[in-house]
């Protein structure tokens, strides 16, 4: 056992969170956005991050709270009064249609995460389970489909409101297992959500414990995708089964797997409580490691100083800095984005500061429809301003790291905002495509925690 006691996870919603002691210390304003804003988009939040993440007295401008709390500019300022008169009339009819078209507005399903990548056995769709990259299967159990709070700008935040449904989950590990044997190419299965840490151990051992069957032998990494590690660490140490959950990633190790944690961490906070060090000792202990990853976002970690302090407290812990993300275009985008020239600027500004053990960090790093599209500078060639990108993934994998130019625009947000630069019509890779030249605005792939 750990050195607290145990603690029962317990989420707090819109309306518990009212009980929470917390709740005296928000002025009208911000709780007025929370009643408002939840209505559109998830909220859920726990006592540890009440108690140890979140910074009282920096509150309104406190990262995890922008992290975990609504804000009423996460809607666009004419539908935050709309919704808000509706609230106060009390007619529930008219409100929830609008709370319909509010979300309808929002980009609700970026990912086309039902259509896309879903990989067949013998004709038939597999259940909770995605297939990109050729090394790397995505898998959903469906208990997994849920976190310990939620993060305001995650972009499955249509799950958790009901509004994409959840089939696509898989109730159990017989289709992934049947359909691994049948790829010999797939090296990694990476398990993600929602967070699959907030299965209790046994029920996530129903999933692990057959990847680790001789016949998988050619699975040789799972990767579980989690953010337990900064919202919930007693889950690794004082939860009634957190001894049994280090025993579940030492036989996972045992069986000769490499277990690579993907840790969500968004800021240096979430590495500083004594109890998220303690996690990080008792997962490394079991010869799992930890990789940590995150969007750049603004309002939460748009400062190189706060990546230069993630990484490097990281990797004095034990945890390998992976990967930096650009926002996705869904939800409440407007309120986090930064244009990608800006996000290049921290991360450089950021790896400038650290030693080469915090330089395994790749980004910053668009999930797109093609692939993953690194941002790797801004170089003036030939007289032209240009951003240098590259595929660090691609759906082709021979586009992989194939370094390629798109106009400099100090505005641009996304992938599908840029252009070939040199007056070039197209993109090298857009002629290899199915389909051609009209992808880069098609849907983007989705991985969880
Ligand atoms: C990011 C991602 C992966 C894993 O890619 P790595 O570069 O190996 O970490 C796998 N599948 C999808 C759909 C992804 O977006
Ligand atoms: S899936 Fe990840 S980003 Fe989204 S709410 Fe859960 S922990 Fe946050």
Redesign the pocket.
């Known amino acids: 056992m750990g050195e607290s006691s145990p603690v029962t996870y317990k989420p707090y919603n819109r309306s518990s969170i009212k009980r929470a002691p917390q709740w005296e210390l928000m002025p009208a304003d911000l709780r007025e956005a929370v009643d408002v804003v939840t209505h559109v988009l998830?909220f859920?939040t726990n006592q540890f991050v009440l108690d140890e993440l979140i910074d009282w007295d920096r509150i309104p401008d406190d990262p995890i709270f922008r992290l975990n709390f609504p804000h009423r500019d996460m809607l666009d300022p004419e539908d935050y009064v709309t919704l808000r008169d509706l609230l106060r009339d009390g007619d529930k009819k008219l409100l929830a249609k609008q709370v319909q078209v509010v979300r309808g507005r929002m980009n609700p399903h970026p990912a086309g995460q039902l259509t896309h990548n879903v990989p067949q056995l013998d004709g038939e769709v597999v259940p909770g389970i995605q297939h990109k990259y050729g090394e790397t299967v995505l898998f959903f159990p469906s208990a997994g489909q849920?976190?310990?709070?939620?993060?305001t700008?995650?972009?499955?935040?249509p799950q958790?409101v009901g509004e994409d449904d959840l089939h696509f989950a898989a109730r159990d590990a017989e289709g992934l297992t049947a359909y691994l044997k049948q790829h010999p190419e797939v090296t990694d299965v990476l398990i993600t959500?929602?967070?699959p840490l907030i299965m209790r151990t046994a029920t996530l051992a129903r999933y692990l414990e057959p990847l680790l069957a001789p016949e998988l032998a050619h699975v040789q990494n799972i990767r579980i995708?989690?953010?337990a590690v900064g919202?919930w660490p007693r889950r690794f140490v004082s939860d009634v089964d957190a001894d049994e959950l280090l025993r579940l990633f030492e036989r996972v190790v045992g069986a000769g797997k490499h277990l690579a944690l993907m840790g969500?961490y968004?800021h240096p906070a979430e590495l500083r409580p004594a109890i998220a060090q303690q996690a990080l000792r008792r997962i490394t202990g079991t010869g799992a490691v930890v990789r940590m990853q995150s969007p750049v976002l603004r309002h939460i970690n748009d400062d190189p100083e706060a990546w230069r302090e993630l990484w490097t407290q990281g990797v004095k812990l034990g945890a390998v800095p992976y990967y930096m993300f650009v926002e996705r275009d869904t939800g409440a985008r407007s309120y986090f984005e930064l244009p990608l020239a800006e996000a290049y600027e921290i991360f450089r500004t950021a790896y400038g500061s650290v030693s080469g053990l915090s330089r395994t960090v790749r980004g910053p790093s668009m999930s797109a429809f093609p692939g993953k599209v690194l941002i790797d500078g801004v170089p003036t060639i030939r007289g032209e301003k240009v951003f240098a990108l590259q595929f660090l993934q691609a759906r082709q994998g021979d586009l992989v790291r194939r370094p390629f130019y798109a106009k400099f625009d100090p505005e641009a947000t996304w992938f599908d905002q840029l252009v070939p630069a040199f007056g070039e019509p197209k993109f090298f890779f857009e002629d290899e495509a199915d389909g051609g030249g009209s992808f880069l605005g098609r849907p983007l792939d989705l991985v969880?925690?």
Request: hydrophobic share 25%; net charge positive.
């Open positions: 998830p859920r849920t976190c310990h709070a939620y993060c700008f995650c972009f499955r935040w958790f959500g929602g967070d995708g989690t953010k919202y969500h968004n969880g925690a």
